[in-house]
């Protein structure tokens, strides 16, 4: 008899693990796809700051171009870089291309 009622013990706990085991499964599957939501969420959302933020560039440009306040210095200092690249890259153009020697000089 005292086996008989340890082997039903083992039984009705390895019913419940099973058990836990499937709702557990359940939960994280779920968790998982909320997980998934949530980071997709977040690639829209910063995403979106990135415009925003470059419209808010622009607009400030903008305004500063217009002549308007605080935000000129910061207009002519985008300017002066933005000038500042072209030139690098005029410069790069007038460059001639160096092209590697393939060892004719031994």
Known sequence: MA???VITNIEARVRQLIDDHARLSDLCAELTAQCDALRAEKR???E?????DAEVARMQLAEGLAGGGPNRDKARAR???LMREVDKC???LGKP????DS???K
């Open 97 to 100: 291309a160096e092209i590697p």
């Open 90 to 92: 005029i410069a790069l």
């Open 103 to 105: 060892g004719s000089a």
């Open 48 to 52: 979106r700051i990135k415009t925003l």
């Open 3 to 5: 086996d008989k009622s």
């Open 44 to 46: 829209t959302l910063e």
């Open 79 to 81: 300017i002066n870089k």
